[in-house]
């Protein structure tokens, strides 16, 4: 049945139609709203907060246990997506691992660009510590252009002297703004969603004229020493496949415990199609099972 789910899967994102002149901002956000966007699961109670300064979504699984919190950074490469298009997604997660959820609405490029999304990231971090949440007992994940800011963030945080979380969870990283990676070439045909302009835009709207050898834009150049725990989740069909596959390199050339996941046939980010697609459900477990098994893990070294 998994085959059947994956070929319907890759034809429907193919059929999709693509306008003749690239649609606005505006327009790419709300396509990518009516596309993507999922409500939690019932049993995921869903409230609106603020952290560091931005709105925020909680989201909190029935019978979820007080020993962890989940800080979630959404995808759509820092030009699209909010909590609210993610809210299935965090929530399942949330819910797979039994874990309270927050997820922050940083602020998105071109109105925004680098590095407003990772002053963002970086508060709903600092402000979690700064409310008396263990670093032991917090977890980070996050999807696509997101998992690249979880990472960001991590680094933007030893760098600021403050302890680091239990361990990460990364969909489909987006690491690489230089785009570089052989994938973009060898993985064209198969990628159903984006084409290189498409990603290249992406960065455009972000960075500018800005350097995109910046650690803190593109952290598969940063100096990854003294990270926690590393869980790298990708597809084979997707343009971002040598993303994932340098960074988990990289990450263990430098004595960071990474543990990588590469799904064949599947999609950007396939954990969307959880409960449409049995390889998102299980992946999701696998994620959860990840992150609560570092839950109360000392990751206090600040210093590479």
Do not use: C
Request: hydrophobic share 45%.
């Amino acid at each position: 049945m998994s085959r059947q789910q994956r070929e319907a899967l890759d034809a429907q994102l193919r059929s999709a139609p693509r306008p003749e002149t690239p649609p606005t901002p505006e327009e790419q956000r709300a396509g990518f709203a009516a596309a993507v966007g999922r409500s939690a699961a019932a049993g995921v109670a869903v409230r609106r907060g603020v952290l560091g300064g931005r709105p925020a979504l909680h989201l909190d699984p029935a019978g979820a246990a007080d020993h962890g919190l989940l800080l979630y950074l959404h995808g759509g490469g820092y030009l699209v997506g909010s909590p609210d298009t993610h809210e299935g997604l965090i929530g399942e997660l949330a819910r797979r691992a039994g874990l309270r959820a927050v997820s922050p609405d940083y602020r998105l490029a071109p109105e925004h660009p680098f590095p407003a999304a990772l002053d963002d990231g970086l508060a709903a971090y600092r402000e979690l510590l700064e409310s008396g949440t263990d670093p032991r007992r917090l977890v980070l994940a996050g999807d696509s252009a997101g998992a690249g800011l979880v990472l960001a963030t991590l680094l933007a945080a030893r760098a600021a002297g403050l302890p680091l979380p239990a361990a990460a969870a990364l969909f489909s990283p987006w690491v690489d703004l230089t785009l570089a990676g052989a994938s973009y070439r060898s993985r064209k045909e198969a990628d159903p969603l984006f084409t290189e302009a498409d990603i290249r835009a992406y960065a455009d709207h972000y960075l500018g004229a800005g350097d995109r050898t910046d650690p803190l834009a593109s952290p598969l150049f940063a100096d990854l020493a003294g990270l926690p725990p590393l869980l790298v989740q990708v597809g084979t069909n997707e343009l971002l496949l040598d993303d994932s596959l340098r960074l988990a390199a990289r990450a263990a050339e430098q004595d960071v415990t990474v543990t990588l996941e590469v799904e064949s046939g599947v999609p950007h980010v396939f954990q969307h199609q959880f409960g449409r697609l049995d390889e998102a459900d299980a992946a999701l477990d696998r994620a959860a099972r990840f992150l609560t098994a570092h839950l109360g893990t000392a990751h206090l070294d600040t210093a590479p």
